[in-house]
T-cell receptor, first 116, second 110 residues
């Protein structure tokens, strides 16, 4: 039973390029959360998705960032026209049911994005 | 003031010592998580608590809901325990999202 799988583990992009980060939740999990960890800072919530539905995107920057969780396939966090300040570790977590029922959150290994 | 405060920020211990990391929060919560992050590594959920105490191996987590405080204890610490330990809370006050402390950097020397 594989855990939460994120890929790539490391991603290097030049300024202005697009970054696509993928997260495959644990089997049977239909809820996905994305978090960002900036260098020397704590984790911050970005977005909460269920399949085909964005539940809460209050932590997403207003521009260039988007997320989806299609009916089939992994959840994707997309960053357009990356800037150096986007360099961070991006973590995904999944849970089997609504976060409102205190689910255990299972985290992936993270994607470390470096913008050069 | 951060919603979730951890102390200490940094902790160095000798192998075998008993370690305590503290977490305080300011609102009513539905759950509190203790997480472990190794350098360059992923995040592992150690405990989820809503009351009382949980134990797993050498790790013990306690929570006092009235005092809005939780502690993570490590008995007989070992260099492999060196990591960042993160407290996170879930509350309706925060829209039921996890809100994280800044983390405690633990280094256990042999």
């Amino acid at each position: 039973n594989a855990g939460v799988m994120q890929n790539p583990r490391h991603l290097v992009r030049r300024r202005g390029q697009e970054a696509r980060l993928r997260c495959s939740p644990m089997k049977g999990h239909s809820h996905v959360y994305w978090y960002r960890q900036l260098p020397e800072e704590g984790l911050k919530f970005m977005v909460y998705l269920q399949k085909e539905n964005i539940i809460d995107e209050s932590g997403m920057p207003k521009e260039r960032f988007s997320a989806e969780f299609p009916k089939e396939g992994p959840s994707i966090l997309r960053i357009q026209q990356v800037v150096r300040g986007d360099s961070a570790a991006y973590f995904c977590a999944s849970s089997p049911n609504s976060q409102y029922i205190n689910p255990e959150a299972f985290f992936g290994q993270g994607t470390r994005l470096t913008v050069v | 003031k951060n919603e979730v405060e951890q102390s200490p920020q940094n902790l160095t211990a000798q192998e075998g010592e008993f370690i305590t990391i503290n977490c305080s929060y300011s609102v009513g919560i539905s759950a509190l998580h203790w997480l472990q992050q190794h350098p360059g590594g992923g995040i592992v959920s150690l405990f989820m608590l809503s009351s009382g105490k949980k134990k797993h191996g050498r790790l013990i987590a306690t929570i006092n809901i009235q005092e809005k405080h939780s502690s993570l204890h490590i008995t007989a610490s070992h260099p492999r325990d060196s990591a960042v330990y993160i407290c996170a809370v879930r509350s309706g006050e925060y829209g039921n999202k996890l809100v994280f402390g800044a983390g405690t950097i633990l280094r256990v020397k042999s």
